[in-house]
């Protein structure tokens, strides 16, 4: 079993940054492990935000976070980070990690097919 545990969140104002760290216990990254971040926002549904396909695969954002957002990842840590820089009050949501290893490039957008979810972390943007 894989467990995530999100950090970083908080409340900042409108332009300011915040980076995210997604820690994975149970099982060490390997090279077929993919890692995402969505985040859901009151009355709204889990999105995607950005995803690292495979070990070293390249990155992938929604078009709502694209050239704001930086997704890397530290095998050695076994930890994720979502770098997040120009935040808006609509960026405001639970922000989650996720993580699969059989997960296909035309499916890491899609929540339901991770396998392993964290928490959630509280970020909440002011105007």
């Known amino acids: 079993q894989v467990q995530l545990q999100e950090s970083g969140g908080g409340l900042v104002q409108a332009g300011d940054s915040l980076r995210l760290s997604c820690a994975a216990t149970g099982r060490s990254f390997s090279r077929s492990t993919t890692m995402g971040w969505f985040r859901q926002a009151p009355g709204k549904e889990r999105e995607f935000v950005a995803a690292?396909?495979?070990?070293?695969?390249?990155?992938y954002y929604s078009d709502a976070v694209e050239g704001r957002f930086t997704i890397s990842r530290d095998n050695a840590k076994n930890t994720v980070y979502l770098q997040m820089n120009s935040l808006t009050p609509a960026d405001t949501a639970v922000y989650y990690c996720?993580?699969?290893?059989?997960?296909?490039?035309?499916?890491?957008?899609?929540?339901?097919?991770?396998?392993?979810w964290g928490q959630g972390t509280q970020v909440t943007v002011s105007s």
């Open positions: 690292l396909f495979r070990s070293y695969g390249r990155a």
């Open positions: 996720a993580s699969d290893n059989s997960i296909i490039l035309s499916s890491l957008r899609t929540a339901k097919n991770y396998d392993y």
